[in-house]
């Protein structure tokens, strides 16, 4: 099966987060718009995606989830400009102890369950951590992490991983083309605004 891939990268700070959503350009660096996010810092997380960066459409909503498994402050549900609802997806905090551990549902696809490679940088990021939010930020900055999302069978259906230091870009690699590039997009950038990883 062939993988695609795409790029997520924070172009703002401030009281508004902004995000690109790009597809890959076949040397593995952000080519073609196909998308644009916005969050801004409340208290309820609430991310909007839109098709492009003049706002023209919106395309889908990520926001905090009461439903099933992720009704906590760890959970998410990204619904689409029709109302439905495309998946769900959380951090799963008894899981994360060691290694942040997030967890994807896709109804037509199901569960796949997303751990940081590196238990190394995992240790690290944790315990900078320990020192409060902005030395957490800064080491999210310049530590490198990789996570791979995998089946009930062990196969990976994604991976999203921070290539470079001192750069927010975050690149998706699908290998299971059933699973929805929205909520994919609306995963990665929740994981950066949490900086969880």
């Known amino acids: 099966m062939t993988a ?30 196909v998308g644009y996010a916005e969050k801004q810092l409340k208290a309820a997380d609430e991310i909007i995606i839109y098709r492009d960066e003049e706002r023209t459409e919106q395309i889908a909503v990520v926001r905090e989830s009461s439903a099933g498994f992720v009704a906590s402050l760890t959970g998410y549900e990204v619904i689409d400009n029709a109302g439905e609802c495309l998946g769900t997806f959380g951090v799963l905090p008894r899981k994360s102890v060691e290694r942040t551990t997030w967890q994807f549902d896709q109804p037509t696809v199901g569960r796949l369950t997303g751990t940081e490679r590196s238990l190394a940088t995992a240790r690290v990021r944790r315990l900078i951590g320990l020192f409060g939010d902005a030395p957490g930020q800064v080491i999210n900055a310049v530590i490198k992490y990789h996570f791979d999302f995998v089946d009930e069978r062990g196969g990976v259906g994604f991976s999203i991983e921070k290539p470079k ?12 083309q059933s699973i929805d590039d929205i909520l994919l997009l609306a995963l990665a950038i929740t994981m950066e605004a949490r900086q969880r990883g």
Do not use: C, E, F
């Not at 230091?165 to 299971?176: G, K, M, S």
């Open 165 to 176: 230091v001192l750069d927010d870009w975050y690149r998706i690699t699908v290998h299971d």
């Open 4 to 33: 695609s891939t795409y790029h997520v990268r924070k172009i703002s700070l401030g009281l508004k987060r902004k995000y690109r959503l790009s597809a890959d350009d076949g040397a593995g660096q952000p080519g073609a718009l």
